[in-house]
């Protein structure tokens, strides 16, 4: 596919084929079947899919829902799809461009400005107004990160505002190690370095809040790959944040994480 290692969407490929006539079939997982989302041209498009389905779904994965919510919520989700292919069709945006699917909560103002809102926890909660449409994204992919592991109803009102300004800490210190690190703001995977820390050699280390304990992921040489591995552990251990898991299946969990990350590398080494 010609896609350079750490490519914009790599690991958003979950759910995701190649057809033999060149299409991108996207499927997802979801409460206990396998639920068709599209067929797609591209890669790019692909991924966008992939990415934006799991974002409008997540919300809802561990909910008892009758089979009329189960195809009401696909059906939004394939909406949302369909939204933001067309914004970027119309910003004159190339298909799978850095944060175009990160754009879910940004809206361009008059003044040229970007807005970042989010809904959560029932109310809609305002994170910040940038002059670019990468920060934007940028920080709407961090506050999403930040955010999904509490979206649980049971929360009081100091707890809400605790997430929030924690959530927005984060926004500002991936702005930090972006500027820090000469990374120009919106690159791509800046927003994956949530869990990277860069080490005295110059090598990466990815790690992970799982189950009440920080998880090692792995060292990595390039900033990249690191941000890929971030990513990808991110996606696959979410459903299962909020289980009461055994130590075993922790273990398990785990495991199976990194050799999604050790697939997502060997995939964008074989397409490069």
Do not use: H
């Not at 939204?83 to 004159?92: C, I, P, R, T």
């Not at 400005?113 to 994170?127: A, E």
């Amino acid at each position: 596919d010609g896609t350079a290692a750490g490519a914009p969407n790599a690991a958003d490929m979950l759910g995701v084929k190649k057809m033999y006539n060149g299409n991108w079939k996207v499927q997802t997982w979801y409460q206990g079947k396998c639920q068709y989302v599209g067929m797609f041209s591209t890669r790019e498009q692909a991924a966008l899919a992939s990415r934006v389905v799991q974002q409008r779904l997540e919300p809802t994965r561990g909910l008892n829902l009758t089979p009329r919510e189960i195809k009401s919520n696909m059906k939004l989700a394939k909406k949302a799809v369909d939204q933001a292919l067309s914004e970027m069709k119309n910003d004159g945006t190339a298909a799978g461009a850095p944060n175009d699917i990160d754009m879910l909560g940004v809206r361009e103002k008059p003044n040229g400005n970007w807005n970042v809102q989010m809904w959560y926890q029932g109310t809609m909660r305002y994170f910040g107004t940038y002059s670019t449409r990468e920060q934007a994204a940028l920080a709407s992919r961090v506050v999403q990160q930040r955010l999904k592991a509490t979206r649980s109803p049971k929360l009081t009102a100091d707890e809400i505002d605790t997430n929030l300004i924690l959530a927005k800490n984060a926004v500002d210190q991936a702005f930090s190690e972006m500027k820090n690190d000469g990374t120009a703001a919106g690159a791509p995977n800046a927003a994956d370095m949530l869990g990277v820390k860069k080490m005295y050699n110059g090598n990466w280390k990815v790690q992970t809040w799982y189950q009440g304990k920080c998880q090692y992921v792995g060292m990595f040489s390039t900033r990249e790959q690191a941000a890929l591995a971030s990513r990808v552990v991110q996606q696959r251990l979410e459903p299962t944040r909020g289980l009461n898991l055994t130590p075993r299946e922790i273990k398990s969990n785990m495991k199976l994480a990194k050799k999604a990350v050790d697939q997502a590398l060997s995939e964008m080494k074989n397409d490069g």
